[in-house]
């Protein structure tokens, strides 16, 4: 809703942000080994932090969060990209701009990185 287009409906988004939201591309849909990847991709994938941000406070990199989803978000601005997790290729899973922190996964299913970011946000003071 934040962006200016999602795929999912053909759908005109808020526009607080330049880009759009895409649905995974069917065709890009194979792993390393050429095996069909699910979607939507749903299960534990790992987190690369891109910036150094008080949300990501004591989560270490490549810490795995849980996702359900068939769409990721494509920012025109790409210093808004906080993290990226790769299925199969790199997308972006979290954005930071001034006092707005989005993730694609689910904190909330994540176990201990997910109540520790849960924490972080309850903590923050932008």
Not at 11 to 35: P, Y
Not at 77 to 106: G, R, W
């Amino acid at each position: 809703m934040l962006f200016q287009h999602s795929e999912e409906g053909n759908t005109k988004g808020l526009g607080v942000f330049a880009g759009e939201v895409k649905r995974f591309s069917s065709a890009d849909m194979h792993d390393t080994q050429g095996q069909k990847l699910k979607v939507p991709h749903m299960g534990w994938s790992e987190v690369q932090q891109k910036i150094q941000h008080p949300m990501w406070s004591a989560i270490a990199d490549q810490e795995r969060f849980y996702y359900v989803h068939s769409y990721y978000v494509a920012p025109s601005e790409t210093s808004m990209i906080a993290a990226v997790t790769c299925y199969p290729k790199p997308f972006t899973c979290a954005i930071a701009k001034d006092n707005l922190f989005a993730v694609q996964f689910h904190p909330e299913k994540s176990a201990q990185p997910g109540l520790q970011l849960l924490s972080n946000f309850v903590n923050w003071k932008p």
